[in-house]
């Protein structure tokens, strides 16, 4: 297994992600450099902050092209948190519609409960159920599938195949998605204590 | 369904931890923050929240670095969220604490002095990176007025309306501190938490006032999203697992926490 590149566009709380692969066991390598990301075996694209922001900084940096490269022609295994799951998708329709980079058959919107009461940014601890099983919740049982989120918008997909898991908070909404070497999550692992670490664990073990 | 959450909030001054009565009285040594954190995110605590008291007129910026300082060992140690504030004035400060490895900024005095800060820095860092953090008093009755400076200068400022404004500005949260009930264990302001959980559409962090179990189950049936506690975990025997786990045992929607040990 080689490095884990967590690919800094200027946006995400790279260090926490670092640490908390470090603390795995795997060899994490904060970076934009595309020959430090063809040499890593595993990628992580973090994300905090607003769409357009994200995507613009992304193609300033080549990176979108460095991304498509590795994973989606080479097969990298890569894992995108919180708003680096959101950009994946086709459009997002914050502070205007942006494109991102269209790998899943998506857009992403503001969440609107649809019980009165419930406040957004959905902020806090909850569950993730799965939809189906994936290698990045070997070991961890029901009982601790509760990570924790922070967002304002979340991802529609079209093809409900790509859906991996969902949260409730006044409906149901895309908690993780995946599709083949790809996979995101909404919430953020490495802000969930033991249930992150285990999921972080068994994307660094993954081998698509 | 989302969980209501129990924050520790610790007070920091050079780099210690302290804490008071009604935001002045009866200062007290605390201990190690860093250890202190470390050993809550072994316990599995929700969240942090760490307030640089120190920080608002600190002229060589002795603290603010100890503060930094503190921040980045902390963030090495933890797996869980965690809010700093206290002197957050620029956009520069918010970066320095984001850099260092906090995820959300509690922003006081500054949004009262320059009214597009909160926007501006919401814009910058993201809205979920920005909590406003609000103190405030009763000063008749039922009338309340916004302190800044941490709770040595008073404003003409309702609560609520300040919160609404705050909101639409793009903040993330809001932390409401009673200044009267701080340190004294006798309950949180139920009105307060009614009345503004009525009217905000962002979530609510409540602080100042648990004593005991009935206070936080109170504070949540109010509205709040989350509590604020310091004198309960630091002064009695109430650890944050036990509060939650008899919470968790009595109904409320706090996480079940059995498997948050290693």
């Known amino acids: 297994m080689g490095a884990v590149a967590i690919i800094d566009y200027g946006m995400g709380n790279v260090r926490s992600v670092a640490n908390a692969v470090d603390y795995c066991g795997a060899d994490p390598v904060v970076t934009a450099d595309p020959q430090e990301i063809a040499d890593a075996s595993h990628l992580i694209l973090p994300g905090v902050g607003a769409f357009g922001d994200a995507m613009t900084n992304l ?31 086709g459009v997002s329709r914050e502070h205007g519609d942006h494109q991102g980079l269209g790998w899943f058959d998506a857009d992403v919107v503001r969440i609107i409960p649809e019980t009165p009461g419930l406040k957004v940014p959905h902020t806090g601890w909850n569950e993730a159920a799965p939809t189906r099983s994936h290698p990045i919740f070997a070991g961890l049982a029901k009982s601790r599938l509760t990570f924790y989120f922070v967002h304002s918008f979340h991802m529609r997909c079209r093809d409900e195949a790509d859906r991996l898991a969902i949260f409730e908070h006044g409906g149901r909404f895309t908690a993780a998605v995946a599709r083949d070497n790809i996979v995101a999550t909404q919430f953020h692992p490495e802000k969930s204590q033991d249930s992150g670490v285990r999921l972080l664990t068994n994307f660094i073990r993954w081998r698509p | 369904m989302l969980k209501k959450r129990i924050i520790p909030k610790f007070l920091l001054r050079d780099g210690r931890l302290v804490k008071y009565v009604r935001f002045f009285d009866n200062e007290r040594m605390a201990g190690n923050p860093v250890s202190t954190a470390k050993v809550y995110n072994d316990y599995g605590v929700d969240e942090l929240i760490i307030l640089d008291i120190a920080a608002t007129g600190d002229p060589d910026g002795a603290s603010r670095r100890a503060t930094i300082d503190v921040i980045e060992r902390i963030s090495r140690e933890i797996f869980m969220p965690f809010t700093v504030g206290g002197g957050v004035a620029t956009p520069e400060d918010v970066n320095a604490l984001l ?83 701080d340190g004294v264990m006798e309950g949180y302001d139920l009105e307060m938490i009614e009345r503004l959980n009525e009217r905000l559409d962002i979530p609510l962090i409540v602080s100042g006032g648990a004593g005991d179990l009935r206070h936080c189950i109170d504070a949540f049936d109010a509205g709040a999203s989350a509590i604020a506690i310091s004198s309960l975990f630091l002064f009695t025997d109430h650890s944050p697992i036990k509060l939650r786990s008899h919470l968790f045992n009595l109904g409320v929607n706090v996480r079940a926490g059995a498997d948050s040990h290693n």
């Open chain 1, 59 to 89: 193609r300033r940096r080549g990176l979108d092209e460095v991304l498509h490269r590795e994973v989606r022609e080479k097969g990298k295994p890569m894992l995108g948190v919180c708003l680096g799951m959101q950009v994946l998708a």
């Open chain 2, 99 to 181: 850099r260092a490895g906090a995820d959300k900024v509690a922003v006081n005095t500054a949004a009262v002095r320059r009214p597009d800060f909160v926007k501006q820095t919401a814009r910058i860092f993201g809205d979920q990176c920005v909590t406003v953090s609000i103190d405030y008093r009763q000063v008749g009755r039922g009338v309340h007025a916004v302190y800044i400076d941490g709770g040595r200068e008073k404003t003409a400022l309702d609560p609520l309306e300040w919160a609404l404004r705050m909101q639409d500005n793009h903040c993330g949260e809001i932390l409401l501190s009673s200044i009267d009930r």
